[in-house]
Structure formats: structure tokens, C-alpha cells
């Protein structure tokens, strides 16, 4: 499995863009900055023909020790969900996205 760094991005602006090499990094966190910005306010952030990423609150409710069985309170807290557009799947697919594909 190949994985995707901050520096292989930064790389990609750089011979893609033709920004320098730091300008190409300052950039990407930049928008990585701004995108976590919203995050932590609760607002969804949408890139087009990729997906959504929002917060949700997760109210407290009651789990289990899975060794034990005993009840443990799980506190409120909030998760953060993607919800991939359908260009992506379809593009995860192996397929075209078709003009019927929302570009959510």
C-alpha cells in the first residue's frame, strides 16, 4: 500500500505548478491549515469531485468492556466523517463518472 504524504503532495505542486519547493510546502499547509480551521468550528468542508469532510456530535451512551462485559460510559464527543463524491467512487470504481453523478 502506498502512502500519501505531506512531502510527496508538496513535491506534485512543485514540478506540476512550478512553485519552489518551500513555496509548494507553505502552500499545502496552508490549505491543510484551513481546511482544519473550519473543522474545528463544526462547518463541513466540500471539495468538488472529491468529497466532504464534517463534523458530528456523538451523543453519551452507554458500551461494554468486550473482555470483561461490564458497562462503560462512552462521553460525548465529535468524530469527523467523509462522505466521498460520487466521481470519486466512481472513479474508485473503475468506471467514468456519468453526467447523472452529483458532484457532491
Known amino acids: 500500500m502506498l502512502t500519501i504524504t505531506r512531502a510527496h503532495i508538496a513535491e506534485m505542486i512543485y514540478t506540476q505548478v512550478g512553485l519552489s519547493r518551500n513555496e509548494s510546502a507553505d502552500l499545502l499547509e496552508d490549505v491543510l491549515n484551513r ?28 458500551g461494554r468492556n468486550p473482555k470483561t ?22 472513479h474508485v470504481n473503475g468506471r467514468a463518472p456519468t453526467s447523472t453523478d452529483d458532484d457532491e
Request: hydrophobic share 40%; aromatic share 6%.
Open 69 to 90: 462485559g461490564e458497562e462503560v460510559p462512552i462521553l460525548p464527543r465529535r468524530v469527523l466523517v467523509f462522505r466521498a463524491s460520487h466521481v470519486l467512487k466512481a
Open 35 to 62: 481546511i482544519t480551521a473550519r473543522l474545528e468550528k463544526g462547518e463541513a468542508v466540500k471539495i468538488s469531485g472529491f468529497g466532504t469532510f464534517s463534523v458530528r456530535q456523538k451523543g453519551r451512551r452507554v
